[in-house]
């Protein structure tokens, strides 16, 4: 359930464990099949910000957590709901980004190592959309049938190439998810690649 509480600007965001549930099986369809918008369940998604919805599933005591966001509001929320320690963004093995994201926090990102690769950030991008933006892309890689196109719209100019760097050393590298205001869900995992058209 999620609710707002009279003694704290934060939401207090819990989620109930069929509700985790249903977020962690949506955030997995999309990272299985990038490319492929996959649906959040729209009861949450009206009662909270769609991008901070993977963060309130996945976190725990031992996942680093940090918010991007021009308050703490989400961050609070997260550390209340799930008791997960919120880090820095080099640190963070899940991000939440409310605002929009720049490229030189694309980079920063974690990346794990190659021993081990688990480390990497997920990272929940809000966006306003995941087509109709000035640039197409085609993707391809593991999970993709052939090529799919994409053209998102709230990301920075240079994120295909800050992303291409934050996955340059397979296996470590980022995991992405395009979140949109209605709860469409773009995974890009680490395996993916992306050409941006001219």
């Known amino acids: 359930m999620i609710a707002t509480t009279a003694t704290t600007t934060a939401p207090a965001a819990v989620l109930r464990p069929a509700e985790s549930q249903q977020v962690f099986r949506t955030v997995l369809e999309a990272l299985s099949r990038p490319g492929v918008p996959q649906d959040l369940p729209q009861d949450l998604v009206h009662s909270t910000d769609p991008a901070v919805l993977p963060v309130l599933a996945l976190a725990d005591l ?12 989400w961050a609070d929320a997260a550390a209340l709901a799930t008791s997960a320690p919120m880090r820095p963004l080099e ?16 980079t920063r990102l974690c990346r794990g190592t190659a021993p081990a690769p688990e480390d990497a950030a997920l990272a929940a991008l809000a966006v306003s959309d995941v087509d109709g933006g000035d640039r197409r892309w085609r993707i391809s890689g593991p999970g993709v049938p052939g090529e799919l196109t994409l053209a998102p719209r709230g990301l920075p100019e240079g994120f295909v190439a800050a992303r291409a760097e934050a996955v340059a050393g397979y296996p470590a590298g980022i995991d992405v998810l395009l979140v949109t205001d209605d709860g469409r869900v773009v995974g890009l995992p680490r395996t993916t690649t992306i050409f941006e058209e001219d």
Request: one cysteine or more.
């Open 91 to 106: 640190l963070a093995r899940l991000v939440a980004a409310v605002r929009p994201v720049t490229t030189a926090e694309i």
């Open 62 to 73: 031992g996942t680093g957590v940090c918010m991007l966001e021009e308050s703490t509001k």
